[in-house]
């Protein structure tokens, strides 16, 4: 069965920190992107960060940029979503997602392969 679960979800207050995880089961990250998305109450869903596994390229929405930083540990199967100066406009559930694709593709992000069930994330001012 293929699987992405997230983990590391939580509350922190603005100006903390937190550490997002997605773990991939029955695939492996070669030959796939590994995109973190989130999506607020009342707004639309937005991609994050993306990490490639094909030739190690990362990208950043401009809203996160020098604050989020993606890695990827390949022997284990699994991305890291480090976020630090978080703002309480972070406040969102996160999803991990993959998709079959050489490098990261470019927005909107069409056609994911495999989504994770999300992990919340509550950043109070």
């Known amino acids: 069965e293929v699987q992405l679960v997230e983990s590391g979800g939580g509350s922190v207050q603005a100006g903390g920190s937190l550490r997002l995880s997605c773990a991939a089961s029955?695939?492996?990250?070669?030959?796939?992107?590994i995109l973190w998305f989130r999506q607020a109450p009342g707004k639309e869903r937005e991609g994050v960060s993306c990490?490639?596994?094909?030739?190690?390229?990362?990208g950043y929405a401009d809203s996160v940029k020098g604050r989020f930083t993606i890695s990827s540990d390949n022997a284990k199967n699994t991305v890291t979503l480090e976020m630090n100066s978080l703002k309480p406009g972070d406040t969102a559930v996160y999803y991990c997602?993959?998709?079959?694709?050489?490098?990261?593709?470019?927005?909107?992000?069409?056609?994911?392969?495999?989504w994770g069930k999300g992990t919340l994330v509550t950043v109070s001012s």
């Open positions: 997602a993959a998709i079959k694709f050489l490098g990261c593709p470019v927005p909107p992000y069409y056609g994911m392969d495999y």
């Open positions: 990490i490639s596994r094909s030739d190690g390229s990362t």
């Open positions: 029955g695939f492996t990250f070669d030959n796939y992107a």
